[in-house]
């Protein structure tokens, strides 16, 4: 797996961190001050890079997570089909097929980037 251990402290909203197995990106990170019984702790609310879905974290600041290591692409449009596309690496000329989001209106020949995540692809921008 493509991923790397930090402590909880490092991280900040806009980056990535695995919850429940899952890359997510941070929408907002909270610390509440250390108490009598322990250390401070951290609050990560996040969103699913692949499935959109919301995830939250409450660890304490030095405790060690997984974060994943996603790699944004560019690619171009070999061909479309409905709500798929053919698309084609611009860096090692893989060609793969991709789930097309519905607000984006794809054709041949058109450049896109995308992120990837071990075989996880999508689309952020055509």
């Known amino acids: ?12 909203e806009g980056s990535y961190v695995m919850i429940d197995d899952a890359p997510c990106k941070i929408n907002s990170y909270s610390t ?19 499935d959109e879905k919301k995830r939250s974290l409450s660890q ?9 290591i996603i790699n944004r ?13 053919q698309v084609m ?8 097929t991709m789930r097309v989001p519905e607000d984006i209106d794809l054709q041949p020949d058109d450049e896109i ?9 999508k689309i952020t921008r055509s």
Do not use: C
């Open 1 to 12: 797996m493509a991923r790397e251990q930090t402590e909880v402290r490092e991280l900040d």
């Open 32 to 50: 509440a001050k250390p108490g009598k019984h322990g250390s401070a702790k951290a609050r990560i609310d996040a969103k699913g890079v692949f």
């Open 60 to 68: 304490p600041v030095d405790a060690k997570v997984w974060v994943p």
């Open 73 to 85: 692409k560019q690619g171009q449009v070999v061909s479309t089909d409905g709500n798929d596309a």
């Open 89 to 96: 690496d611009l860096d090692t000329y893989d060609t793969f």
């Open 113 to 121: 980037e995308y992120l990837q995540y071990e075989e996880q692809r």
